[in-house]
C-alpha cells in the first residue's frame, strides 16, 4: 500500500506537503483541546478510515456522554501521517488527544517512543486477555508497559474469479477452492501452474508477486528480525520461502506483473486480468470499488494455504494530550468488542477482540458482492491462526525493498532472481543505516 523509492523530487514534495501538514494537523489539535460550549472537545488524530465516524461511534459515545465532543483530525496517508507524529512527539505539543498507530510503526513507537505515550495496561476497563495475544504483545514494551490498545487486524484470505476458474476447469465452490492449497503456499503456485494450461484468454493467475511475497512472508513470526531485534531477513525461512515462490510465479508467467495499488491494478481488477488476489477483510471493499457492477457474484473469498496478517492499527493517548483521562476513556471504550463488531459491520475490518467473533455482526456476516460469501466466519478463522508476528523497527522499509523493488525488477524488468535479491539488499542497507 505505500510507495517504495522515491526521487528527490517526490522527497521535496512530500516534505513541502509534510510542513503544511504538519502546522494543519497542530492547529486541529490545538483546536480540538479547548471547551466548545461548556464541552470537553477530545481530538482523534488517525490516518485512512478507521470507521469510527462511519459506523457512529463517535455520536454514540457523545451521547452516552453529553459533556464530550469528539473531533477527528484525519490524514489520508500513514507515511506522510507518521513522520508528522513523530515530530509532534518530539515537541511535545501539536498532539490529538488520541493518536492512531500502524502496525508496521508500532515497534518503532514501543522502543524509541513509548516514554512519551500514557501506559494502557492498567486503564480502567483494559483487560489484555480481551485481545489477540500477539496483538496485546505488539504494543507492548519490555518492561510491561503497553503504549496503544489493539483496533483492527489484516487476517488474508484469497479472493478468486469463479467465472475464471470455471473456464479454466478448476473447482469454483469456496471449499472446493481452499482444498486446492490448503496448508501450503507452494500448492497456491501449483494451482497458478494449473490454471494456466487452460487460462481464458488475456487472463493470468494472480495480479503480481509482491502480493504472493507479502502473504507468504507474513505468515512466519521471525521474518526480518529476531526475537534480540538482530536483523536476520537474508536467512530467514520466511523470506526465502517468500522470495522462492513468488520469483517462481514472476518467472512462471502466472502474474499481471502489476505494481499494487498504482492504477493499471486498479484498471485490472476492472478488465478482468487475473484470477486471484491475497486480499485482507479491508480489500473487499476496494476490489468491489474497482471491479464495479460487472464484477459482482464473479469473485468469491476462500481460506488462505496458511494464515497471515496485512495491515491492522493501534491507537494510543500521548503524554503530552490535553484531556489524558478523557482520552483513555474514550480509546478503551472504542476497543472495546461490541465496538469493534460495528466498525466490522460498516468497514469489514476485523476486530482484534475474539470476543467479538462470537458477535451476530461478525459471526453471521456475509457479503452479497463476493457471492454472499460467510466472511465473518473465514477471517476470523484467520485470525485465531495467526503467528505471533515479530516486528522490528524497520519493517515497512524492508518489505517495501522486497515487493516494491526486488521482485518487481524480476517481475517486470525480466532481471535475474540474484540481481533483484542484491537491489532489495541495497535498498535494505540504505534504509538500515540511514
Known amino acids: ?8 523530487r517526490t522527497v521535496v514534495i512530500l516534505t513541502a506537503v509534510t510542513a503544511l501538514g504538519a502546522a494543519l494537523l497542530a492547529g486541529c489539535a490545538d483546536d480540538g483541546a479547548d471547551a466548545a460550549g461548556g464541552k470537553t472537545v477530545i481530538s482523534v488524530g488517525t490516518f485512512g478510515v478507521f470507521g469510527y ?40 505539543s501539536g498532539l490529538s488527544d488520541i493518536q492512531a498507530v500502524e502496525v508496521n510503526n508500532i515497534n518503532e513507537v514501543v522502543t524509541t517512543q513509548a516514554d512519551k505515550f500514557e501506559d494502557l495496561s492498567g486503564a480502567p476497563g483494559v483487560d489484555k486477555k480481551r485481545w489477540l495475544d500477539w496483538k496485546w504483545a505488539q504494543a507492548t514494551a519490555p518492561d510491561g508497559r503497553t503504549v496503544g490498545l489493539g483496533t483492527d487486524i489484516g487476517p488474508t484470505a484469497l479472493c478468486y474469479r469463479k467465472d475464471l476458474f470455471r473456464k479454466a476447469g478448476l473447482p469454483t465452490r469456496r471449499d472446493e477452492v481452499g482444498k486446492l492449497w490448503a496448508g501450503d503456499w507452494q500448492k497456491y503456485v501449483a494451482t497458478g501452474t494449473a490454471y494456466r494450461k487452460k487460462a ?3 487472463t493470468v493467475f494472480m495480479d503480481s508477486a509482491s502480493g504472493l511475497f507479502n502473504a507468504v512472508v507474513n505468515g512466519y513470526t521471525d521474518r526480518f528480525y529476531d526475537a534480540k531485534g538482530k536483523l536476520i531477513y537474508q536467512h530467514s525461512p520466511a523470506v526465502k520461502d517468500a522470495w522462492g515462490l513468488s520469483v517462481k510465479a514472476a518467472e512462471g508467467g502466472l502474474t499481471a506483473r502489476l505494481k499494487q495499488f498504482e492504477k493499471p491494478w486498479d484498471q485490472a481488477f476492472a478488465n478482468g486480468r487475473f484470477a486471484t488476489v491475497a486480499c485482507a477483510p479491508w480489500m473487499l471493499g476496494y476490489i468491489k470499488e474497482k471491479s464495479g457492477a460487472s464484477g459482482e457474484d464473479k469473485w468469491d473469498v476462500a481460506p488462505a494455504p496458511r494464515p497471515g496478517n496485512w495491515g491492522g492499527s493501534f ?33 469489514a475490518s476485523i476486530p482484534s477482540t475474539p470476543a467479538a467473533y462470537r458477535l451476530p ?5 456475509r457479503n452479497p458482492y463476493f457471492g454472499d460469501a460467510p466472511t465473518g466466519e473465514i477471517f476470523s478463522a484467520a485470525a485465531k491462526g495467526i503467528p505471533t508476528l515479530r516486528i522490528g523497527p524497520k519493517d515497512q522499509q524492508i518489505t517495501q525493498a522486497f515487493t516494491d523493488v526486488g521482485v518487481l525488477q524480476v517481475e517486470q524488468q525480466g532481471k535475474s532472481p540474484q540481481a533483484g535479491w542484491q537491489a532489495a539488499v541495497e535498498d535494505i542497507q540504505s534504509a538500515v543505516d540511514g
Open 315 to 347: 491507537i494510543a493517548v500521548p503524554r503530552a494530550a490535553r484531556h489524558k483521562a478523557e482520552a483513555v476513556e474514550l480509546a478503551v471504550w472504542l476497543t472495546r468488542p461490541e465496538q469493534q463488531a460495528k466498525v466490522f459491520a460498516e468497514q
Open 361 to 365: 455482526a461478525v459471526k453471521d456476516a
Open 200 to 202: 481464458p484468454k488475456g
Open 53 to 92: 465516524q462511519q459506523a457512529g461511534l463517535y455520536k454514540e459515545y457523545e451521547k452516552l456522554h453529553p459533556d464530550v465532543t469528539i473531533k477527528e483530525n484525519v490524514i489520508e496517508r500513514n507515511d506522510i501521517y507518521y513522520p508528522q507524529l513523530l515530530t509532534h512527539l518530539a515537541a511535545g
Open 1 to 8: 500500500m505505500h510507495g517504495g523509492s522515491r526521487t528527490s
